[in-house]
T-cell receptor, first 112, second 114 residues
Framework: GNSVTQMEGPVTLSEEAFLTINCTYT??????LFWYVQYPGEGLQLLLK?????DKGSNKGFEATYRKETTSFHLEKGSVQVSDSAVYFC???????????FGKGTSLLVTP | ETGVTQTPRHLVMGMTNKKSLKCEQH?????MYWYKQSAKKPLELMFV???????ENNSVPSRFSPECPNSSHLFLHLHTLQPEDSALYLC?????????????FGPGTRLTVT
């Protein structure tokens, strides 16, 4: 079945550092891929998405490219801010069933 | 603001109480979901409604009872819960045709069972 694997956290970075959060997936067919972010005390917010191979999703300085050859969708940001501290979830859709397949989440802490 | 609202935001209930969680979406979507988010565990899908019919129920105990009276509203009725049911309960909605698109989440209800 479909599944998503994210790098284990927590990830701690200094402000203005470069961020990479790894995400790889296993899926049949042609899934869509998503990154969600959850700020403390809130629900999940869609951060960005990509619906086909080689698509790049981007939002708020974050980017991720759908790599079919490596089955990956790594999240990157060139210069993180303290306000980016949150939990980031990689997810895919398009398999059997109705729901998204979520990774376990990666906690990011950005220090001043 | 994602267009999905949940009430209450916080709920404390005893094991013998009956309460309900409410979710409303203002996005015109045709599918709604309940998820459970516990500390240190992945998101767990509980129920899925598509066009107001329950289409997925992932082995959830009967003390959780969903209700979807129309495409904009979703309820989760709770009774005789256990302490391990304490968690953040998230509602989501999406527009599903022959392909399933991204889901939009509400802020969640933080449930504590005492």
């Amino acid at each position: 079945g479909n599944s998503v694997t994210q790098m284990e956290g927590p990830v701690t970075l200094s402000e203005e550092a470069f961020l990479t959060i790894n995400c790889t997936y296993t899926a049949t067919g042609y899934p869509s891929l998503f990154w969600y972010v959850q700020y403390p005390g809130e629900g999940l917010q869609l951060l960005l998405k990509a619906t086909k191979a080689d698509d790049k999703g981007s939002n708020k300085g974050f980017e991720a490219t759908y790599r079919k050859e490596t089955t990956s969708f790594h999240l990157e940001k060139g210069s993180v801010q303290v306000s980016d501290s949150a939990v980031y979830f990689c997810a895919l859709s398009g398999g059997s069933g109705y729901a998204l397949n979520f990774g376990k989440g990666t906690s990011l802490l950005v220090t001043p | 603001e994602t267009g999905v609202t949940q009430t209450p935001r916080h709920l404390v209930m005893g094991m013998t109480n009956k309460k309900s969680l409410k979710c409303e979406q203002h996005l015109g979507h045709n599918a709604m979901y309940w998820y459970k988010q516990s500390a240190k565990k992945p998101l767990e899908l509980m129920f899925v409604y598509s066009l107001e019919e329950r289409v997925e129920n992932n082995s959830v105990p009967s003390r959780f009872s969903p209700e979807c009276p129309n495409s904009s509203h979703l309820f989760l009725h709770l009774h005789t819960l256990q302490p391990e049911d304490s968690a953040l309960y998230l509602c989501a909605s999406s527009q599903n045709n022959n392909y399933f698109y991204e889901q939009y989440f509400g802020p969640g209800t933080r449930l504590t069972v005492t």
